[in-house]
Each structure stands twice: as C-alpha cells, then as structure tokens.
C-alpha cells in the first residue's frame, strides 16, 4: 500500500499555464547583470588579482623565535592577538557588505571589489593566526598559559579586549539591513585610512623578514581598500540625504573610540577595561619594540591618528557631511556624544 503525501507549503506550480514567469520580486539576491559603470573600479579588482599572497608562504622560515625572551614573545603575540579583535572581525563585516551588493545589485565590478576586500582580509586574520601561534606555540591566545608575569598581565588584557568586541556584532548585524552601502562606506574607509597608515609604518620598522613581508602585504591591500571606498564614495556621496548624513558623522565618533584601542590607545569612558591595561600594554609594547617588532610610539601614533582623522574630514567636507568633534585630537567639529560598542560598524 502506497501512502500518499502532499508536500505542505509547497507552490503550485505555474508553468504549464503561462509562456513566461512573472516578475521575480525584487531585489532577488542575485542579479543576472554584469553592468559596469565606475570604470575606475576596474583598475583596482585588476591590481587585486595580480597582488594577490598567500600566508602560509611568507618566509616563515627566516623566522626564528628562540632568539626571544618569553617576554618578548608574550608580547609580540599580545599585539598580534590585539590586531586581530579587529582584523579576525574584518571577514565577516566585509562578507556581510559583500552579500549585500548583491542584494542592491550593485555593479559587477562592485561585486568583485567586495569579494576581493573579503578574501583579502581572510589573509590579514590568517597572518596573525600564524604569527601568534609560532610565537606562543599555542594556536590560541587566551586558552595560551602563560609563562612570565608581563604574559600573564596582557593575556588579561586580552581577555578584556575579545570581550569588549564581542559587543558589536549583533548591532552590525542590524546595521547592514537598515543603512544604504554609502553610509557603510564611511566607518569602512575610516578603518582602512587608519589601518593603511598603521602597517606601513610597523612594515617600514620591524626587522624580521617575515613580519616586514607581511606587513607591506597588508599595508598594500588596505590601500586598495581605500581606493575602492574613495571611489565609491565619489559616486554615491554627492546625492546623500541629511538623514544619511547624520548617521555617518555619529560612525565617525564611534568609528573613532573603537578603533583608537589599536591605532591609539583604548579611550576608557567608552571600552570597558581594568585600570591597569594600559599601564600592562605600554609595557608589553616595550618589550616588543626591544624585539625589533616597531610598534609606534605614544606621540608617533597620536600624531598618525590625528592626520588620519584630518584626511577623513577633507574627504567629508567635499560632501558638506558634518565632521564630529574629536577633542583628542583638537578637530573642533559637531558635538556627539551616547556612543555605544552596540553602534558601531566595525572594520578594520
Ligand atoms: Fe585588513
Ligand atoms: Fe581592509
């Protein structure tokens, strides 16, 4: 005997009552489109195919991590392990914005940039899981036992610091929805603005091979980044509403406390960490520098954020998009102020 079953839900088929379908509701995720406008775009997927690396195929090698002390190794992972609360966050934020082009059926050449900022920031999480795991010979900071006193005191920080960015995500998660890419776009070109900056300068200090290698790799593939968002921005910004505006200078502000905790140091009234972590990372900090790995200076990474943040502003006064202020760095601008982790849309 056989038994009947009627699929529940299903649709009723309609072929065999029309020549063609009806109208695919939009916007259906993928588009069957490959149009081009922003030809500038182009140039950058091209460089982004032939500068494509690999990791594991830097000169892992040269790297010989005997000739440190313990507290040298501790903390060179500590700022490896600091880079990646954003860089291990970069893949998914990027993947997100990465599906929504297709959702918007952004241009082809826009799909592809996307993609490659994703795969690209895969490598950067990549290059810092490969450092702290042949510096710690533990694939993982915080389970990591540590050896010596300044080890255990960053682990803490560590601790903190992966508390601290595991707030944002369920608010990124709604962001994405909720704001066009053009409002995306200025939180992502503040965090490769800052990043670009930042790792040329540990490419142009450090004096492993292999640190120096990867550094000026990543520093070259957060130029593009920049470049994409730039270009992006020139196409997208010049029609931005006010309500648009508004949300992008809030970014800023909060764009700013979050990314201060690797490009400066972690501003307390908005991170919440114990009193003794920057007294704990400026002195890991040293032990790594003694290491030959260049962690900037205090005055050098102030000095570095603030033309950053200066850079940004010229490219939001192009749009007549208000500039927050920023007392930290003296940029007098609108006054924001309620900036939580749960608002942030978090790049790097
Ligand atoms: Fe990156
Ligand atoms: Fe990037």
Same mark, same amino acid.
């Given at each position: ?255 700013? $406390?979050? *990314?201060?905790? !690797? =490009? ?5 009234? /908005?991170?919440?960490? @114990? %009193?003794?972590? #920057? ?30 943040? $200066?850079? *940004?502003?010229? !490219? =939001? ?5 208000? /500039?927050?202020?920023? @007392? %930290?760095?003296? #940029? ?17």
């Amino acid at each position: 005997m056989s038994v009947e079953t009627t699929p529940v839900h299903k649709k009723e088929k309609i072929a065999h009552t029309r020549e063609f379908p009806p109208a695919t509701p939009q916007p259906n995720v993928y588009p069957l489109s490959w149009e081009n406008t922003t030809t500038k775009l182009q140039e950058i997927w091209e460089a982004s195919q032939r500068e494509y690396w690999d990791p594991e195929k830097l000169p892992w090698d040269t790297f010989d991590v005997s000739k440190f002390t313990w507290e040298q190794r501790e903390s060179m992972a500590y700022w490896w392990t600091l880079l990646s609360v954003f860089d291990a966050s970069a893949p998914p934020v990027f993947a997100a914005a990465f599906i929504k082009t297709y959702e918007v059926h952004e241009e082809d050449v826009v799909r592809r940039c996307f993609f490659s900022v994703t795969r690209d920031e895969q490598n950067h999480e990549q290059v810092c899981g490969l450092a702290i795991t042949k510096l710690l010979e533990h694939p993982d900071p915080l389970t990591y036992e540590p050896k010596t006193d300044i080890g255990i005191r960053l682990q803490k920080n560590a601790k903190w610091l992966y508390y601290n960015g595991g707030r944002y995500w369920d608010g990124f998660k709604q962001a994405v929805p909720k704001y066009s890419l053009a409002v995306l776009f200025s939180s992502f070109l503040m965090g490769e603005m800052a990043s670009a900056t930042l790792f040329h300068q540990l490419a142009a200090g450090c004096t492993d091979l292999v640190f120096k290698e990867a550094f000026t790799k990543i520093g070259k593939d957060e130029g593009r980044h920049m470049a994409i968002v730039l270009t992006l921005m020139e196409r997208d910004y010049p029609k931005l509403a006010q309500e648009d505006k508004e949300v992008i200078t809030k970014q800023i502000r909060a764009g700013y $406390l979050f *990314l201060s905790a !690797v =490009l400066f140091e972690p501003p307390m009234e /908005f991170w919440d960490l @114990p %009193e003794d972590f #920057i007294a704990n990372q400026r002195e890991g900090e040293a032990y790594a520098r003694e290491a030959g790995f260049a962690i900037p200076e205090y005055e050098i990474k102030k000095e570095n954020w603030k033309k950053a943040m $200066l850079n *940004l502003k010229g !490219v =939001l006064d192009k749009y007549d998009t208000d /500039f927050p202020a920023i @007392p %930290e760095c003296g #940029i007098t601008g609108k006054e924001i102020s309620d900036v939580d982790l749960d608002d942030i849309i978090p790049v790097f």
